[in-house]
């Protein structure tokens, strides 16, 4: 495990300072050192073998067990956005019938169980950020699925296939739980209304009679004006898959608990929720590091690209739109608060 926390490490501080520009040099700085911390042998081509013919093309490397493809591995260069990379990686891997697939721009590394069914990106069980996640649950989770002995022994797929299929059932459990509920209210049972009952008297002081606590609950789930039930959406499961901004997107709005804000350049993000912060009696992280350098400090020094605030802090805007949107989410958990409480709608830029 050492081996591997050095080989994050090492990641962690070269894509923190831009030294890792190509898929080439991504290659020889960041992947093959983490796999060969993993247990592979990049230099043993029935362990590793590159440029592997899969389908109609190829991918950058097939790991194996005994010179049989256990897992594909496709690499990206840092800027790429893997999204529009994921079909085509898990063509092959289906085509080739192989059930582990990885996807990478060296930041983020994608975790797919490539034979399931459904969309591409359905079958995504697990995301790493090496730049913003800590270093013992990055090396766990490589560990977990990206090992040799893990893959090579099919505990890797094991694992996989539970994450995945939890992932699934909350997911559907989610999605018909409203629709439930909403019957629930619609047809309440003597039960329902007898609990509804037992609640509203310890507001109201009196116990209601039970049919206008049925009425109340009908109410809720009534008919819209058109005719139809009103359906409520379905509840949003944050996973470690959330969806990051595209590099070439434009920012919109920014909400943040009651407020929102239109912003039209995603530095704005960062500024704008630092603002609100201070508003709201949150002390900014000051000094204290995210990818081995501080967001907030005291003087414009100390940065690349500082915007100050209206504390006479300073605060980093410069990297990429995915950095900044990670940082803004940092600065939320270092407040105590959910990094899920951070909203941003944003268009794709023309």
Known sequence: ??????????????????????????????????????????????????????????????????????????????????????????????AEGIPLAVLTNGREWWFYLSLEEGQWGERKFAMVDVETQDTEDVCTLFSEFLKKEAVCTGSAKTTAKKRYDAAKEEKRISTELPGIIHNLLASPSEFIVEVFQTEAQAELGVLPPAALVRQALQAIAAVAPAGKVVTPEPLRVPDATTE???????????????????????????????????????????GTKILHKPLIGRSADAFRSPKQLENGLFIETWGPVATKYRRARWLLEQAGLSPDLLVVTWEESK
Not at 25 to 38: D, K, Q, S
């Open 1 to 94: 495990m050492k081996k591997l926390k050095e080989a994050v490490e090492a990641a962690k501080e070269l894509l923190a300072e831009g030294k890792v520009g190509s898929e080439r040099a991504l290659e020889h700085t960041v992947v093959l050192p983490i796999l060969n911390a993993l247990g592979w042998d990049s230099r043993n081509i029935e362990e590793m073998s590159p440029e592997y013919s899969a389908g109609s093309g190829r991918v950058d490397w097939a790991l194996c067990d005994k010179a049989e493809p256990c897992l594909f591995l496709e690499e990206k260069a840092p800027d790429q956005t893997l999204s529009s990379h994921e079909e085509q990686l898990l063509q092959y891997s289906f």
């Open 244 to 286: 990051i901004p595209p590099s070439h997107s434009k920012p919109t709005c920014l909400v943040i608990g009651d407020q929102e804000i239109q912003i039209s350049h995603w530095y704005e993000m960062l500024v704008e929720l630092a603002k609100w912060l201070i508003r709201h009696g949150h002390k900014l992280p000051v």
